[in-house]
């Protein structure tokens, strides 16, 4: 089975499989650089001084699209007009409004 493989695929294959690690591992290595700047900087490591996080689970919208990111189906596109007729719901996890305050700034000093 491996025997009709060129040197060139074999070369595609590596070079795609490091674009894919690069592309999983780029958000980790973003945080870690950008937690070591702000600390660098006096600020707060999590937040950068903004006070507010983004909800995780609606990435900062405030609402959700029903079923989720890769759900398509024939009742999701309306081809009349080009719109999208996905219903959107509210994120119960931050009510609606995209975000939290950051625990690291709203932490009550006990000295």
């Known amino acids: 089975m491996l025997e009709h493989i060129t040197a060139s695929?074999?070369?595609?294959?590596g070079v795609g499989a490091?674009?894919?690690c690069a592309t999983i591992t780029a958000p980790k290595i973003d945080?870690?650089?950008?937690?070591s700047q702000r600390s660098s900087l006096g600020m707060c490591k999590r937040c950068g001084d903004l006070k507010l996080i983004a909800c995780s689970n609606c990435k900062g919208s405030g609402s959700l699209k029903q079923g989720g990111a890769?759900?398509?189906?024939?009742?999701?596109?309306?081809?009349t007009g080009g719109n999208s007729m996905m219903r959107s719901l509210s994120c119960n996890r931050c009510r609606?409004?995209?975000h939290f305050?950051?625990?690291e700034c709203s932490k009550v000093s006990t000295t």
């Open 31 to 35: 945080s870690f650089i950008s937690a």
């Open 96 to 98: 609606s409004r995209g």
């Open 9 to 13: 695929e074999v070369a595609g294959y």
């Open 18 to 20: 490091l674009l894919l």
């Open 101 to 103: 305050p950051c625990p």
């Open 70 to 79: 890769f759900s398509f189906g024939p009742s999701d596109v309306s081809f």
